[in-house]
């Protein structure tokens, strides 16, 4: 018996020593059954330059030793000049792409990474920035790179790379500086009507969408804003940009500055000349009769519900509506019958639906028969109209209502002349009036708020009144919190200045105004902030 256990146990050494790949699991299996394991070591064995213990390696060298015996970072750049606009915060990546980057952005660092010579000869682990004053011209990079060396041993090294920072202004910055007014290209936008709602609408448009990022200057005019770009594609750019948003015709022209006869080079100014379409959101039109009659007899009186690249026209009394695209409209083209800043206040007194819910456009409509009477005829006359509406899902008894008066208008319209016994609505309305409600709430500060561009106005300009100006910008706040369809495209941001008062919080459901959620708003990201926070994390 005492031979057979010393066999037994000769056959499990054997087991071990010839074949360590099953010890592993031999061991598993005995750990499941209960039994003693014997846990295995890793061996270690001497570096053969300075002689401590080490795990055995393929160069039976340690770490320290090996990088005393072998640079993996020798022949790679240590110090690079690198060159940066100030102006537009630019980096030069040549022979003459200007990059634009920030300090310790991702930008920067692939940029920086892209500048070193010889790196596919090792392979780079890491990178990251280390901190130096900003006015210091240098830029600090530290690396970590990995080489196969001695007997397929990988070694592992962090250096550092200094970049000199040199200032040098790029082309476009290098002209407006020599020069200011030293544009290539300036597209100049208009639009012949009265009011200014429509430019901003666009300009939210223009910032969402950062079109005028190019732009060497903007300037506000008297009936639109002019664009100055250093670059004739860029100008080409905008312009096609402003297309794809609004009914536009354009036309260019170039003149030319200067001509070398000997190199052959002609320099030119070009000027694009975009014209909008006069017609507006809630403008009243009467379409023209050659018009009319390849709608399929759409009207002739009709609403302009919406303004994109297209124009939305809804015929108030029988909820046919149709669009028209910027070659339909400039063929035939049509003004506005009367504008948004010739609407009345209404009261309506009672409303009946004559039909079921009609969805026009993505907008919902109950053509609806109302009684309506003027706001300032009450104590005067008692004069009532009865007219037809497509706002019979939004409108009740008691309710205020915005719309024209046709009654007592004095139109001169070409185009309505044309219609020989045509018979005109005394009243069409438009949109539901919320001003009873607005003068309770005057004077609050609104939950949100637009950015604006770096516009130059000049308040000496022949036709330029800041008080106008001020009520459109309110009246177009007021129309993107009532209309969601207008806000969907734009860009609003929470306004931190606003504090929620304990009178907004008592009033009753019934008088509540069109408000903009708090899911619609964007953070409004202050870049000192985030810097601020930057350094704190970095002194902790």
């Known amino acids: 018996m005492f031979y057979f256990l010393i066999n037994c146990c000769y056959v499990v050494m054997e087991i071990y020593s010839t074949n360590v790949s099953c010890f592993p699991i031999y061991v598993a299996m005995e750990q499941d059954s209960g039994m003693f394991t014997v846990q295995s070591t890793i061996g270690s064995v001497l570096c053969c330059k300075c002689g401590i213990l080490m795990q055995p390696n ?25 060159i940066h606009c100030p102006e537009c915060d630019t980096y030069l990546q040549p022979p003459r792409t200007w990059i634009k980057a920030n300090l310790e952005s991702k930008e920067l660092l692939t940029f920086c990474v892209k500048k070193l010579k010889n790196l596919n000869t090792v392979r780079l682990v890491h990178a990251e920035f280390i901190w130096t004053e900003p006015h210091s011209k240098r830029i600090k990079v530290k690396l970590k790179v990995q080489k196969e060396v001695l007997n397929g041993a990988v070694l592992e090294q962090a250096f550092t790379v200094e970049y000199t920072v040199l200032d040098q202004m790029c082309d476009s910055c290098s002209r407006v500086q020599a020069n200011p007014d030293q544009w290539v290209a300036a597209v100049q936008l208009r639009q012949h009507v009265s009011h200014r709602r429509t430019f901003f609408y666009l300009e939210q448009l223009i910032l969402k969408h950062d079109a005028a990022k190019h732009a060497i200057r903007i300037q506000q005019m008297d009936q639109g804003i002019d664009f100055f770009f250093g670059k004739r594609s860029h100008a080409l750019k905008f312009v096609d940009f402003v297309g794809k948003v609004s009914p536009v015709r354009s036309r260019n022209d170039k003149q030319l500055v200067s001509f070398d006869s000997k190199s052959n080079d002609y320099n030119y100014k070009y000027t694009f000349s975009v014209e909008i379409s006069p ?38 009394f029988t909820l046919r509506h149709c669009f028209l695209d910027a070659d339909q409209y400039w063929r035939t083209s049509f003004k506005a019958l009367l504008s948004s800043r010739q609407l009345v206040e209404y ?6 639906p004559v039909s079921s819910e009609v969805t026009v456009g993505g907008s919902r409509y109950i053509l609806a028969d109302a009684q309506v009477a003027r706001v300032s005829d009450f104590g005067k006359n008692d004069t009532i109209f009865n007219v037809r509406t497509h706002l019979g899902h939004i409108l009740n008894p008691g309710d205020n209502a915005l719309g024209y008066d046709l009654y007592s208008a004095n139109s001169n319209d070409i ?86 008062s304990e009178m907004a919080s008592s009033v009753a459901d019934g008088d509540e105004l069109p408000s903009i959620p708090l899911d619609e708003l964007l953070a409004d990201l202050d870049l000192s902030d985030v810097e601020s926070n930057g350094d704190d994390s970095m002194t902790e």
């Not at 340690?62 to 690079?80: F, H, M, N, P, Y």
């Open 415 to 500: 185009e309505l002349d044309k219609y020989k016994g045509f018979s005109i609505p005394d009243v069409i309305l438009v949109k539901k009036s919320y001003e009873e409600r607005r003068q309770k709430k005057r004077g609050k500060a609104r939950t949100w708020k637009l950015k604006s561009l770096n516009m130059e106005v000049d308040s000496t300009a022949r036709g330029y009144n800041e008080e106008k100006i001020s009520s459109e910008y309110e009246q177009f706040l007021r129309d993107l919190e009532e209309n969601p369809d207008m806000r969907f495209n734009l860009s609003l941001y929470r306004n931190k200045e606003y504090q929620p």
């Open 347 to 352: 009261v309506v007194l009672d409303v009946e």
């Open 279 to 316: 017609v507006c959101r809630e403008d009243l039109i009467c379409l023209p009769p050659k018009l009319v009659n390849s709608l399929g007899n759409l009207g002739p009186i009709v609403i302009c519900t919406k303004v994109t690249n297209s124009i939305a026209l809804l015929d108030p």
């Open 58 to 82: 393929a160069a039976n060298m340690c770490a320290k030793c090996l990088r005393s015996e072998i640079d993996i970072t020798e022949g790679l750049q240590k110090s690079v000049t690198i």
